[in-house]
């Protein structure tokens, strides 16, 4: 019996355990306006998600930090962690503080826009 190489399975991308649509439970957008550079606080409340879940991971990970960085520190879509940290704050694990208001000086926002590139970069 001749053993065949199967080269191409050597260099397929590992497959994920879980579909995004399945963490989500096919939500594609967030009930809560969450701009990805809307930094977030975490609220003392009694009880966490599982620890083990996303949700947990989210938490864990979410203090002092924008919506983009938790997207990139839990290696989740920004899709996929908008909806969940929606559901968080709805559920008052998480608030979302105000970045930029519409009366916000110019100097107000170059701070935003170089602390969004700084935080870019140290990615």
Known sequence: ??????????????????????????????????????????????GRPDPHGLSGRILEVAAGQSVAEVSARVRQPIGVVRVLLGDLVEQGYVKVRATLDEDASMDERRDLIERTLRGLRSL
């Not at 399945?22 to 409340?45: H, I, K, S, Y």
């Open 1 to 46: 019996m001749v053993a065949l190489e199967n080269d191409w399975e050597d260099d397929a991308p590992p497959a994920r355990s879980v579909r995004p649509y399945t963490l989500t439970a096919g939500r594609t957008r967030a009930r809560v306006d969450l701009p990805v550079e809307a930094v977030l606080e975490l609220q003392p409340l009694a």
